[in-house]
T-cell receptor, first 112, second 117 residues
């Protein structure tokens, strides 16, 4: 298995909802990443997990809560989001922190 | 701090023509360099990367890039464009081990490539 999978592909939520994004890889990678990509912009790093521990938080608002239950799985819990949080959320993984990152297809999030 | 500049937000070429997408980086030490491609509503796919060694790097789909330290550049080229090459291309840098930017991938603003028949 040489890919990163993300579910769901699309998500529409209200500002009072709680939802989660899921990312999975079975390549034995020990670093996993969350990025946010607004339309016509490059991806922006949100979080980095290294060996299931949060190693980088790029000053992301607390309404985004990452979780890494095991080495293959990465979640992003969403609560009380704002319409400006609507974006494509990309997950990536690498063998070790700093190695080449491989991206999933993303989750298109719309906040109403 | 590391940064990436991609010259030209849009590049248009004819099918069969040379593709040249420009990327310049700023870093206190030579970083690791990457080119990714993104098709509409999809994730990013790695085209090629430079870490150490040979400065001319070959990637997938006939693309290649040359690392020029003296010019702090990592331009992407393809001798003959194909319609399927139409996409957005991102140059990115990652800090090397021991540096403050280790593990952080910083992207350029992207270049949209259009290929005309």
């Amino acid at each position: 298995d040489t890919e990163v999978t993300q579910t769901p592909k699309h998500l529409v939520m209200g500002m009072t909802n709680k939802k989660s994004l899921k990312c999975e890889q079975h390549m034995g990678h020990r670093a996993m990443y969350w990025y946010k990509q607004k339309a016509k912009k490059p991806p922006e790093l949100m979080f980095v997990y290294s060996y299931e521990k949060l190693s980088i938080n790029e000053s992301v608002p607390s309404r985004f809560s990452p979780e890494c239950p095991n080495s293959s799985l990465l979640n992003l819990h969403l609560h009380a989001l704002q319409p400006e949080d609507s974006a494509l959320y990309l997950c990536a993984s690498s063998l070790q922190p700093g190695d080449t990152q491989y991206f999933g297809p993303g989750t298109r999030l719309t906040v109403l | 701090a590391q940064s990436v500049t991609q010259l030209g937000s849009h590049v248009s070429v004819s099918e069969g023509a040379l593709v040249l997408l420009r990327c310049n980086y700023s870093s206190s030490v030579p970083p690791y360099l990457f080119w990714y491609v993104q098709y509409p509503n999809q994730g990013l796919q790695l085209l090629l990367k430079y870490t150490t060694g040979a400065t001319l790097v070959k990637g997938i789909n006939g693309f290649e890039a040359e690392f020029k330290k003296s010019e702090t550049s990592f331009h992407l080229t393809k001798p003959s464009a194909h319609m399927s090459d139409a996409a957005e291309y991102f140059c990115a840098v990652s800090g090397i081990a021991g540096g403050t930017s280790y593990g952080k991938l910083t992207f350029g603003q992207g270049t949209i490539l259009t290929v005309h028949p």
